[in-house]
């Protein structure tokens, strides 16, 4: 079976609900997905998934929730050298850096060797009613991105 995972940091409930959406449209492709927030989760983990979505809200002047800073140590320590991944989160436009936590996930997993199977998911505060479809789209989509990259390298192999 096709199983997912995404890994996310929420504090007022929005970055949480992005992914709860995120996740219907990864079931409606016809795959498993398993939600976690990124305390619970050690990066390891990772690598039992055909693929996987972190998604974090950002914090201050653009950064990253110190609820995340361990879990990319951790990262540092994987091979995730060709993995499948994407990034979401969400922010305020009021700041001077919008969505910066999303721009370092991105620069974490390039560094990582990881493959952004598509343009990050970027909302402000939470979801409104069209971008809950758009959520549920970008989730679909990651999941079909997935076993697309996972069939093309089968027919070169």
Known sequence: MNKFAIIYAS??????EIAELIADGIRASGAEVDLKTVENSHAEQLLQYKGY??????WGDGELPDE????????DEVDLQGSRAAVFGSGDSGYDIYCGAVDQLEEKLRTCGAMLLQESLKIEY?????????CREFGKSFAEACMSVLNDHENTA
Do not use: H, Q
């Open 126 to 134: 939470g979801p409104n009613k069209d971008e809950k479809v758009l």
């Open 68 to 75: 995340f800073l361990d879990f990319c140590d951790e990262m």
């Open 53 to 58: 979505l972190l998604g974090a809200y950002t």
């Open 11 to 16: 504090v007022s409930g929005n970055t949480e």
